[in-house]
């Protein structure tokens, strides 16, 4: 849908000829990648990146999974309205994203102090929308689903993201899981070719990326149009970005294990560009709750990927999703879930209490957990989560393994890199340059980090 408001009252949108511009990022990294992508094509018309107070447009990039997302997206919309008052309306503030693509004119109608909202599909067209709305004094709204995908019309990457970076190859997901809105605010399942995958890695690698994370909201169902015009799986895509020279290390995250297919896990034993660490969402260990899920996977076809993983690549390490509480959980279900988490033991993992997400099925299923025993459940479940995590840092001490470095630590002296598996890892050395790959030995393990000392070959050279 793209329409405009009645123009009640809203004084000229003056800007200056060099346009000042804040987004907000909240959500995945899909939405991080697609901040990024919004300053890209803003930057040709003069926009530079200011803090929110001082910008002349301020974008809210939204996120919808969670139940508080859009109460988030108005506390923030009432803040930014008193800044706005106090400039005589003379700043334009837009809503993007996942909330918008969903609650479009629920946010006109709860803020009509927004100028513009525009869908997850449709922000490559801000140029023309920002022109719509300066010329109509009138908000305007664009939450279409064009038949195109929106990279088709994007222009080349400009933001360098440092020594780590983020590409999206896919979007959407045709799974329809009947917790997720997914399918709602990101549209059906679409791959980009390798063409213009290759072409974007080597303007990140350009820009001093050594590590590159493909993107995608169910990315190991990208099947993307191949060099030689055949469809390719992710396997080969992962093969060919190995190739690139000056390219170190290659992730590919979120996955679905439906997708899991037996050439891409045999790309965990064979590409050595390929990080032993995947983050593959399980949701629940109870085949009863997986079938209401509508994951259309059950906990023993999980643990089949989880062990032919480990065959592939036996210091692969796993981080999952898991939501407590979902309609009609069961002291049993529960349980069994905890009994998938300490038999497969991760080594991260994100979890949360269901959440109601309005128009997916199971937002109207009458069998709703009281949220006092989901959230007693979560505590334990979390406890257990959290231990694991402990126990996979400690195990580390000892260990050597590469490194890459991206900047300063959090204290003089000290440099801050990533480890294969993700974690923060920070070494007593200032010389070190961010995007240098070294290796170490890890000598101490918080929750959360690790420390390292550099290896005195690496000290010697």
Not at 135 to 144: F, S
Not at 232 to 257: C, I, K, N, Q, V
Not at 433 to 458: D, F, K, W, Y
């Amino acid at each position: 849908m793209t329409a405009t408001t009645p123009a009640t009252a809203r004084p000229p949108l003056a800007v200056p000829p060099l346009r000042t511009l804040h987004i907000a990022t909240w959500g995945c990294q899909m939405n991080a990648y697609d901040s990024l992508r919004m300053a890209d094509i803003l930057r040709p018309l003069g926009y530079r990146e200011v803090p929110t107070d001082d910008a002349d447009m301020v974008i809210f990039n939204t996120c919808h999974i969670r139940e508080r997302a859009a109460e988030k997206l108005f506390s923030a919309l009432g803040r930014l309205r008193a800044v706005k008052d106090a400039r005589n309306g003379r700043m334009m503030i837009a809503v993007a994203g996942c909330v918008a693509q969903a609650e479009g004119a629920e946010i006109l109608r709860r803020a009509p102090y927004v100028d513009l909202v525009v869908g997850s599909q449709a922000y490559h067209k801000l140029p023309e929308l920002i022109a719509a709305v300066e010329a109509k004094h009138a908000a305007v709204i664009d939450t279409d689903f064009p038949a195109d995908q929106k990279f088709d019309f994007l222009p080349e990457a400009q933001s360098s993201q440092g020594p780590i970076a983020n590409l999206a190859i896919q979007e959407g997901c045709d799974k329809f899981c009947t917790f997720c809105v997914v399918p709602y605010t990101r549209g059906a399942e679409a791959s980009r070719p390798v063409s213009a995958i290759i072409a974007e890695a080597k303007r990140l690698i350009e820009g001093g990326a050594r590590e590159i994370a493909l993107l995608g909201q169910n990315v190991n169902a990208w099947h993307g149009e191949g060099l030689d015009g055949t469809i390719w799986p992710l396997a080969r895509l992962l093969e060919t970005l190995a190739e690139l020279p000056d390219l170190a290390r290659l992730r590919y995250t979120t996955s679905h294990p439906r997708d899991m297919s037996d050439d891409l896990i045999e790309a965990h034993r064979t590409n050595a560009k390929l990080m032993p660490f995947l983050h593959l969402p399980v949701q629940s260990g109870s085949d009863a709750i997986l079938t209401a899920m509508n994951r259309r996977h059950s906990a023993d076809h999980f643990r089949r990927i989880i062990e032919k993983l480990r065959n592939a690549r036996p210091d692969i390490a796993f981080s999952s999703d898991f939501i407590i509480g979902f309609p009609g959980e069961t002291d049993a279900d529960f349980k069994a879930t905890m009994k998938l988490v300490k038999e497969v033991e991760f080594a991260l993992a994100y979890s949360f209490t269901y959440s109601r997400r309005p128009g997916t099925p199971a937002a109207d299923a009458r069998d709703q957990v009281d949220p006092a025993l989901a959230h007693a459940r979560l505590l334990e479940l979390q406890e257990t989560l959290r231990n694991q995590q402990h126990a996979f840092n400690r195990a580390q001490i000892g260990k050597r393994f590469d490194v890459l470095f991206t900047g300063p630590g959090r204290h003089q002296g000290q440099i801050a890199g990533r480890s294969p598996y993700l974690q923060p890892v920070v070494v007593e050395h200032a010389n070190l340059a961010p995007g240098s790959i070294h290796a170490v030995t890890i000598t101490a393990a918080n929750p959360n980090s690790l420390m390292a000392t550099l290896n005195q070959e690496q000290i010697a050279a």
